[in-house]
């Protein structure tokens, strides 16, 4: 009696197993498939940008970077979500912090100075 009970046991046991076997994989594949954030680039912060003090950051659609209308040249080091690193010809980096939609952080490495932009509205 004692064999039956462990093999009644044991079935039970197996049904289950077998039962929740394709949750478990589906979950699985559901956590294989969620992407990282893809890195921020210039393209996505294509406008025009104003701070406080009338300072302009423009970006084109070509990914070229205005400060006060004057071009910088700038390589791309890294993006993250939400942070671009980029180094102009000097070697000097200059990040930019995307914040919000309509707000970024411009911080220049060799003027040590951090600038807080908002997205200029079209009027």
């Avoid at 406080?52 to 070229?64: C, G, H, K, V, W």
């Avoid at 980029?86 to 952080?105: A, N, R, S, W």
Wanted: hydrophobic letters at 40%; glycine letters at 4%; one cysteine or more.
């Amino acid at each position: 009696m004692n064999m039956k009970r462990i093999s009644k046991q044991l079935l039970v046991g197996l049904s289950l197993g077998i039962g929740i076997l394709p949750i478990m994989t589906k979950m699985n594949r559901s956590a294989l498939k969620k992407k990282p954030p893809t890195p921020l680039s210039l393209y996505d912060l294509c406008g025009e940008w104003l701070s406080a003090d009338e300072n302009t950051l423009s970006i084109d659609n070509e990914a070229r970077v205005f400060f006060n209308l004057e071009q910088i040249h700038l390589i791309k080091i890294s993006g993250q979500a939400n942070t671009l690193a980029l180094q102009d010809k000097f070697g000097y980096f200059i990040t930019i912090e995307k914040t919000t939609e309509d707000t970024l952080i411009y911080y220049d490495e060799a003027e040590d100075v951090s600038i807080t932009f908002m997205r200029k509205r079209s009027s």
